[in-house]
């Protein structure tokens, strides 16, 4: 418990350094040193998955399906490990829990001092008991519903079962409860559709407030391009500094996004490289300056993330502001005995 309270106060506290060395690179990028290495890492395990769900761009993906190799996850968690701060958010083009060696990879990672984050869509709970899920080090465990009531979750996510779901969620969040266990925070997510309405997101956060620990409300995201006089908008992004992205075959991408415009740049292999090397290319650093000069290239000027003239982005912010996200961190470690 000790080592997770420590792992969120080094986390928020490097969200503020973040946030002042991001403001001054912005300024002056020719004055600020180099940022080493990513602070946020996230994976992908395996692009397989057991349900097909009709906002889920999988089925526009054409890589073959596959698994990451035990020997990229461990030289990757070996290597994070040694970052003064790391995040590592386990999710990706698929189902996690569906990796052939999942346990193993969960035992891997668990007592170091990485934050995990993994987001899974409940197949987690049919596959693993409630007591290994929990001896693993998992911080938060992000459960993905997607469906404000029965009959949109069955419309949404093909090949689930609502309310195996329902129960399976409301039974981990009370057994670990019961074992005076605070960690994985349980967090509930959910896509809002475009015909959402204020009040069914409302009800959908009281009808399932007392089962976890935070709701989180995701952007949904379509390969759809903006038209011109949104690419005005279009703010520069510090992900370029502080994400990388690596899918099951170790290639590290641009940025996250990279998939939705069918550029799928990938700037390095953690099969040849290590995440430190990749996080000096000259790609990445021309990238940054591109952003400094505001000379966004293409993909990202098609790009939803921070571009406040997006319906998308406006409506997820509405329903999910970053105050609310700090609220909800700030609430649970207040808590923490
Ligand atoms: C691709 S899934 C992979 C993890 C896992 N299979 C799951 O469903 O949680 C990761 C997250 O993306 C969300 N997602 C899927 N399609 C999306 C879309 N078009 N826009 C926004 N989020 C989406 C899912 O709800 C899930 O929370
Ligand atoms: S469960 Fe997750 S990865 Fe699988 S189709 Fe649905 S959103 Fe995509």
Not at 70 to 93: H, M, N
Not at 125 to 135: A, T, V
Request: proline share 4%; glycine share 4%; charged share 25%.
């Amino acid at each position: 418990m000790k080592l997770v309270k420590k792992r969120l106060l080094k986390h928020l506290f490097y969200l503020v350094i973040r946030r002042i060395y991001i403001t001054y690179y912005w300024k002056s990028p020719r004055t600020m040193p180099a940022v080493n290495h990513p602070h946020v890492v996230e994976i992908e395990l395996t692009n397989n998955c057991n349900l097909n769900c009709v906002h889920c761009h999988r089925s526009k993906m054409d890589r073959k399906p596959g698994n990451m190799d035990l020997s990229v996850f461990t030289k990757l968690i070996d290597e994070i490990a040694t970052y003064p701060i790391a995040f590592l958010r386990i999710v990706g083009q698929g189902e996690s829990a569906l990796h052939p060696l999942f346990p193993d990879l969960m035992r891997y990672a668990s007592g170091k001092s990485i934050k995990i984050e993994l987001t899974t869509n409940g197949t987690i709970f049919d596959l693993y008991s409630i007591e290994e899920i929990l001896q693993w080090d998992i911080d938060i465990l992000g459960i993905s519903v997607d469906g404000l009531d029965k009959d949109s979750y069955h419309q949404i996510r093909r090949g689930g079962n609502y309310e195996k779901l329902v129960t399976n969620i409301q039974t981990f969040y009370s057994t670990r409860n019961k074992t005076n266990k605070k960690y994985p925070l349980v967090c509930l997510r959910n896509v809002i559709f475009p015909d959402n309405t204020t009040q069914q997101l409302k009800n959908f956060k009281e009808s399932w407030q007392d089962s976890v620990d935070m709701i989180l409300f995701n952007t949904l995201t379509t390969c759809q391009k903006p038209v011109d006089k949104q690419y005005l908008s279009r703010c520069r992004c510090n992900e370029l500094f502080f994400e990388a992205h690596i899918r099951y075959d170790g290639s590290v991408l641009l940025c996250q996004n990279q998939f939705l415009y069918g550029t799928n740049e990938v700037i390095g292999n953690m099969k040849i490289s290590s995440l430190r090397q990749i996080w000096k290319s000259n790609r990445l650093k021309e990238m940054r300056m591109l952003h400094y000069k505001r000379d966004f290239p293409q993909p990202c000027k098609m790009c939803f993330s921070n571009n406040k003239n997006l319906e998308n982005y406006t409506n997820s912010r509405l329903y999910n502001s970053s105050k609310n996200k700090i609220i909800n961190v700030l609430n649970k470690f207040i808590n923490l005995t």
